[in-house]
């Protein structure tokens, strides 16, 4: 067949694929209303002649073949006909059941013998395949006339683009549907299969959202010498076949890596390339639905970033720059899901470091503050130069201050420009791997050393040019997780810079920011609060951006909640109404900022129930702004399940924890904080609830995970404390008092020794060593720790205190301070610490035979009496049962 011949049957096969999707009253209508040439339309003739011709097979033109039998199977209703065959629901008795299936029968008289080898091929391709997302072959035959069926699994489903269309999935979803496609063609290959048409009518998605990869009637094996013209053109569908494909190439398994781009490119633009580029150069698929009004439009951002790249390599016109297999395809878009760069792209420097930047990110803000590093460090110089030049235009009698705040602006842009150009000599000059983190941190060294080293020295940059580079490489290391060296390279940084402080404020203001960071790691509250005063004050000295502004005063209120409250809920509460009023409205600062707000009302002077529409709220956005994966996510549902803890909300607290671990652990590979403090607050929950074997087990892992981490905050102290309860409460004494021996640690670096939770902890520890049976030793610990007045103490302090007491026989004074304490701890549903003064009491009141004592503490239990463990101690009065933690 020569070119010409072989163009006229792809235009005449176009057409032939138009008039068969419409009814059949509109057929002869459109068929007279085309304007076609000759030979193509004398081809269209003859396709639609051989579709229509009676014929001597089992399905004369469409006739009804319900209630006919074939082989062993009755056929019932048609579910589907093409131009090749028709589909029928069929079912067979199977011993006592009746087994369904879906039957093919070739109809199409046209394609003669070419059609029965077809069939025999399809036969023989099912028969070869067994995957899960392939419609497998039950049983096949030929009829007494010679028409060829083929007996399949009955698939409840519809159409993948139908599907998509009524469910409206997310781009995320779409993908992971896709790649249950990809792989079931990646198995194909494997057994040297070609599918040769995946369009969206060969890919059915069933209910539980499983897919079934159907149709492999036109498959070939990859080592078949036939001739590929042979196929008739009518096995092509316009919009999915490749263009070699069109063109009658050899067929390979680049024909099915076009095919899985295609089909993506449907899924995700409403469009097929063809009909996207309409003969033009392939369109970047964002283009198409960037339009608001687009019914695609939802998919804008995440086909802008990569999809966009991974989709033109797939549709490439060139077979060989495509992906090599349909593996490849596959794992690109699951680099893609991972938030991993994907390899479709050329790495440039930029590229590489926003997508490492994006997968680690740390802390709730994190996500913002990652791209914030480049963003703000280097593009927002960029801006600052646009910005400074509409001044100078707009600022006529101040023209000799336009232009100094122009030659400012066109020396941030100076330095951000030797920035970029460094790092990408960086990138040519550190060996590249596959894109993963281990070449980004050679790279991220490598820029460290040449800031510091010879590098600079040879180019003589001014010093803020290495400046940046450290801040950006201080920045990038403190998300990996190397504290220690990104301490050195911002301090660097932050000596460099602190000369120039009106020049440089922004880039001071983000050092003294990140600072302000690894201070809160560190514990070291006061340099906090000194480094986050600073940066807000640096912010009015240049034109920072509502987001920098945002995130300096966050972390301003957050250094301020260790040591003034009040003045902290200030913060959080003006920030707040800026930020609603603002675009960063349902951004994460505005979770950030009421996170603050909600730790400043968590005081006991406080209502909680005021916290809890503050904590729905950051749910609402958290939802809304990272979806069901990231560390933002994990951090937000573990965080607000203090509130719900508060509240007695332990069924919705321990939702939420459950949640935010599943999330750490799906989508996060480091920093493994993130899995020690989702552990952790699982753990606290379960301990509320009495759960003390789950907790100590929860409790172990998240301890371990937050040790590993090397994250000291003084916030971690709970997670040790909580775990030397669960130990205690198993009576596991040296481990409880080695968990309380971190808690001491993390309070003494934090430099909280006299802060009441270091009372509360030295309480804890006297009744572990009093249940250890060392009564000296907890006397020891108590006398260390004893505050210089008793009456506001923790509660565990003064619980240690009675039960010192009552173990030294001054049953009289320790019943004098439970009295105290039963005033202070109240029974309460969902509580368990008030249990301890009054199980104590009731001891007590045994030993000193004081049955009206006794009698009376009953009664004010009411029904909170039956409540466990305290009623077992009711039950015995026995110290074993009476000295219990709850």
């Given at each position: 067949m020569d070119p010409e011949e072989l163009a006229h049957w792809q235009a005449a096969d176009a057409a032939f694929d138009q008039w068969l999707d419409l009814p059949c009253d509109e057929r002869e209508p459109w068929l007279a209303a085309r304007t076609l040439p000759e030979p193509v339309r004398r081809r269209l003739d003859q396709l639609i002649a051989a579709h229509q011709r009676p014929r001597a097979s089992l399905d004369p033109a469409g006739g009804n073949l319900a209630g006919c039998r074939l082989g062993d199977w009755t056929l019932e209703a048609e579910l589907g006909r093409g131009g090749m065959a028709v589909v029928y629901r069929a079912w067979r008795e199977q011993g006592m059941a009746r087994q369904q299936a879906a039957v093919k029968i070739l109809t199409l008289g046209a394609l003669g013998a070419a059609g029965h080898e077809r069939f025999r091929r399809e036969a023989a391709i099912l028969a070869r395949l067994n995957h899960p997302n392939v419609t497998a072959l039950i049983d096949s035959g030929v009829a007494d006339d010679g028409t060829c069926w083929l007996a399949m699994p009955l698939v409840d489903g519809e159409r993948i683009d139908r599907w998509c269309e009524t469910n409206s999935p997310d781009a995320r979803a779409i993908v992971r549907l896709s790649?249950?496609?990809?792989?079931?063609?990646?198995?194909?290959?494997?057994?040297?299969?070609?599918?040769?048409?995946?369009?969206?009518?060969?890919?059915?998605?069933?209910?539980?959202?499983?897919?079934?990869?159907?149709?492999?009637?036109?498959?070939?094996?990859?080592?078949?010498?036939?001739?590929?013209?042979?196929?008739?053109?009518r096995a092509l569908t316009p919009g999915y076949a490749a263009p070699e494909q069109l063109r009658g190439a050899p067929p390979s398994t680049a024909i099915d890596v076009y095919g899985l781009g295609a089909l993506l490119h449907r899924l995700l633009t409403g469009r097929t390339p063809q009909t996207a580029t309409e003969g033009t150069d392939t369109t970047r698929p964002s283009l198409l639905v960037r339009n608001a009004d687009d019914a695609y439009h939802r998919h804008y951002v995440p086909l802008k970033n990569d999809l966009d790249r991974v989709l033109l390599k797939a549709l490439?016109?060139?077979?060989?720059?495509?992906?090599?297999?349909?593996?490849?395809?596959?794992?690109?878009?699951?680099?893609?899901?991972?938030?991993?760069?994907?390899?479709?792209?050329?790495?440039?420097?930029?590229?590489?470091?926003r997508k490492f930047m994006a997968r680690n990110k740390a802390g709730v803000a994190a996500a913002a503050l990652l791209a914030v590093t480049l963003a703000a460090g280097i593009g927002a110089t960029l801006w600052q130069a646009g910005l400074a030049r509409q001044q100078a235009e707009l600022a006529g009698q101040q023209a000799e201050l336009a232009r100094q705040e122009t030659?400012?602006?066109?020396?941030?842009?100076?330095?951000?420009?030797?920035?970029?150009?460094?790092?990408?000599?960086?990138?040519?000059?550190?060996?590249?791997?596959?894109?993963?983190?281990?070449?980004?941190?050679?790279?991220?060294?490598?820029?460290?050393?040449?800031?510091?080293?010879?590098?600079?020295?040879?180019?003589?940059?001014?010093?803020?040019?290495?400046?940046?580079?450290?801040?950006?490489?201080?920045?990038?290391?403190?998300?990996?997780?190397?504290?220690?060296?990104?301490?050195?390279?911002?301090?660097?940084?932050?000596?460099?810079?602190?000369?120039?402080?009106?020049?440089?404020?922004?880039?001071?203001?983000?050092?003294?920011?990140?600072?302000?960071?690894?201070?809160?790691?560190?514990?070291?509250?006061?340099?906090?609060?000194?480094?986050?005063?600073?940066?807000?004050?640096?912010?009015?000295?240049?034109?920072?951006?509502?987001?920098?502004?945002?995130?300096?005063?966050?972390?301003?209120?957050?250094?301020?909640?260790?040591?003034?409250?009040?003045?902290?809920?200030?913060?959080?509460?003006?920030?707040?109404?800026?930020?609603?009023?603002?675009?960063?409205?349902?951004?994460?600062?505005?979770?950030?900022?009421?996170?603050?707000?909600?730790?400043?009302?968590?005081?006991?002077?406080?209502?909680?129930?005021?916290?809890?529409?503050?904590?729905?709220?950051?749910?609402r956005i958290a939802r809304l702004i990272y979806h069901a994966d990231g560390g933002g996510l994990a951090h937000t549902l573990s965080d607000v399940t203090h509130t719900f803890r508060d509240l007695g909300m332990l069924d919705r607290a321990e939702t939420l924890a459950r949640e935010a671990v599943e999330v750490a652990d799906r989508t996060l590979q480091s920093p493994v904080m993130f899995q020690g403090m989702t552990r952790c607050n699982?753990?606290?929950?379960?301990?509320?609830?009495?759960?003390?074997?789950?907790?100590l087990e929860v409790l172990q892992r998240s301890n371990e995970l937050l040790r590993e981490s090397g994250d000291n905050q003084v916030s971690r102290e709970r997670c040790s404390t909580g775990l030397a309860y669960a130990a205690a409460v198993h009576a596991?004494?040296?481990?409880?008092?080695?968990?309380?021996?971190?808690?001491?640690?993390?309070?003494?670096?934090?430099?909280?020794?006299?802060?009441?939770?270091?009372?509360?902890?030295?309480?804890?520890?006297?009744?572990?060593?009093?249940?250890?049976?060392?009564?000296?030793?907890?006397?020891?610990?108590?006398?260390?720790?004893?505050?210089?007045?008793?009456?506001d103490a923790p509660a565990a302090y003064l619980q240690a205190r009675a039960e010192s007491l009552a173990a030294a026989g001054e049953h009289a004074a320790a019943s004098a301070l439970l009295d105290t304490l039963r005033g202070r701890l109240p029974p309460a549903d969902s509580q368990r610490e008030w249990m301890r003064p009054w199980m104590l009491s009731l001891l007590l009141a045994h030993r000193m035979g004081d049955a009206a004592g006794a009698a009376a503490l009953v009664g004010e239990l009411g029904d909170f009496a039956g409540t466990a463990p305290l009623s077992h101690c009711l039950a015995s009065l026995g110290e074993t049962q009476c000295m219990a933690l709850p």
């Open positions: 790649l249950q496609v990809c792989d079931a063609a990646a198995y194909a290959h494997r057994n040297l299969v070609i599918h040769r048409d995946l369009k969206p009518s060969n890919v059915l998605v069933d209910g539980n959202g499983h897919v079934h990869l159907l149709d492999f009637g036109i498959g070939q094996y990859v080592d078949d010498p036939g001739e590929p013209t042979k196929t008739m053109w490439s016109e060139e077979p060989e720059r495509r992906y090599p297999t349909a593996e490849a395809l596959a794992d690109d878009l699951r680099r893609w899901l991972d938030g991993r760069p994907v390899l479709a792209e050329k790495p440039t420097p930029g590229y590489r470091m030659d400012k602006a066109r020396m941030r842009a100076h330095r951000a420009e030797e920035v970029r150009d460094f790092l990408g000599s960086m990138f040519i000059t550190v060996r590249a791997d596959d894109g993963g983190s281990a070449r980004v941190v050679d790279v991220i060294d490598a820029a460290a050393e040449g800031a510091r080293g010879n590098y600079m020295q040879a180019r003589k940059p001014e010093p803020l040019t290495a400046a940046d580079i450290l801040l950006l490489t201080g920045t990038v290391r403190y998300n990996l997780g190397d504290h220690d060296r990104s301490l050195a390279d911002l301090e660097d940084a932050l000596a460099l810079l602190a000369p120039h402080r009106e020049q440089a404020a922004g880039e001071l203001s983000r050092a003294h920011w990140e600072l302000s960071r690894h201070a809160k790691r560190r514990g070291k509250l006061d340099e906090m609060l000194a480094h986050a005063r600073e940066a807000v004050e640096l912010n009015e000295l240049w034109d920072a951006t509502p987001n920098e502004r945002a995130r300096a005063r966050i972390t301003l209120g957050e250094a301020l909640l260790y040591s003034d409250r009040q003045e902290a809920e200030h913060v959080f509460r003006s920030l707040i109404a800026e930020i609603e009023a603002s675009d960063l409205k349902d951004t994460v600062r505005h979770i950030n900022a009421l996170n603050g707000l909600s730790i400043a009302l968590s005081g006991p002077e406080h209502d909680p129930r005021l916290r809890l529409p503050i904590q729905e709220e950051r749910l699982l753990g606290l929950v379960l301990l509320q609830q009495g759960r003390h074997a789950d907790a596991r004494h040296a481990q409880a008092i080695a968990a309380l021996a971190r808690s001491d640690e993390l309070l003494a670096t934090n430099d909280r020794r006299d802060h009441p939770d270091a009372v509360k902890v030295c309480g804890l520890k006297a009744s572990v060593e009093l249940r250890g049976r060392d009564a000296a030793a907890a006397g020891r610990t108590l006398a260390a720790c004893a505050p210089a007045d008793e009456t």
